[in-house]
């Protein structure tokens, strides 16, 4: 059974924070990984993608891979309002007759408190 | 700016019509995709094309077909409608080389009644 596995929140963290958001994954193959951003009644954005075990940051943002534990999580330093959003992972599974496919995480929602 | 369009923000149609809903793409992208997201079973994909004329099914496909006649224009079919088709359906997009980094379209909310 491929997943993507997230907690569905809401995490609630004061502004200026640092926000935590946490994903676990089934497929030991998988090489692909992301988060997307989602506003409430927005289409899903993409913000973050790691290919290669440890940290890769991107302004604010820093995504952390560990193949070994089938874990990902993406931190958001000095958390602002506008981070307010649903966040989803990501990852590309095994789908059968050596394909891979682009699996969701159901999202987790992040509400940065002023 | 990559745009993706989808021909309807909103749509109402009634159980046992045909649905059509288009996707439009301007960046000359390979790959198109269908999702559908509904609460607590979040984005689930429906169908893909790789490629003009080319089709795969996505984890759910009962009840949904497909067309891809060019490059920029991606079509899902509902068949005949049903109520548990009601929806969000997006749309997304990528370049071959970057399969998974899609760009979404705003989506469509299907109501079926």
């Known amino acids: 059974q491929k997943e993507v596995e997230q907690n569905s929140g809401p995490l609630s963290v004061p502004e200026g924070a640092i926000a935590s958001l946490n994903c676990t994954y089934s497929?030991?193959?998988?090489?692909?990984f992301f988060w997307y951003r989602q506003y409430s009644g927005k289409s899903p954005e993409l913000i973050m993608s790691i290919y290669s075990n440890g940290d890769k940051e991107d302004g604010r943002f820093t995504a952390q891979l560990n193949k070994a534990s089938q874990y990902v999580s993406l931190l958001i330093r000095d958390s602002q309002p506008s981070d307010s959003a649903t966040y989803l992972c990501?990852?590309?599974?095994?789908?059968?007759?050596?394909?891979?496919?682009?699996?969701f995480g159901k999202g987790t929602k992040l509400s940065v408190i002023p | 700016d990559v745009k993706v369009t989808q021909s309807s923000r909103y749509l109402v149609k009634r159980t046992g019509e045909k649905v059509f809903l288009e996707c439009v793409q301007d960046m000359d992208h390979e790959n198109m995709f269908w999702y559908r997201q509904d609460p607590g079973l979040g984005l689930r994909l429906i169908y893909f094309?790789?490629?003009?004329?080319?089709?795969e099914k996505g984890d759910i496909p009962e009840g949904y077909s497909v067309s891809r006649e060019k490059k920029e224009r991606f079509s899902l079919i509902l068949e005949s409608a049903s109520t548990n088709q009601t929806s969000m359906y997006l749309c997304a997009s990528s370049t071959r080389l970057a399969v998974y980094e899609q760009y979404f379209g705003p989506g469509t909310r299907l109501t079926v009644t």
């Open positions: 094309s790789y490629d003009v004329k080319m089709k």
């Open positions: 497929d030991r193959g998988s090489q692909s």
């Open positions: 990501a990852v590309n599974l095994y789908s059968g007759a050596g394909s891979y496919q682009l699996t």
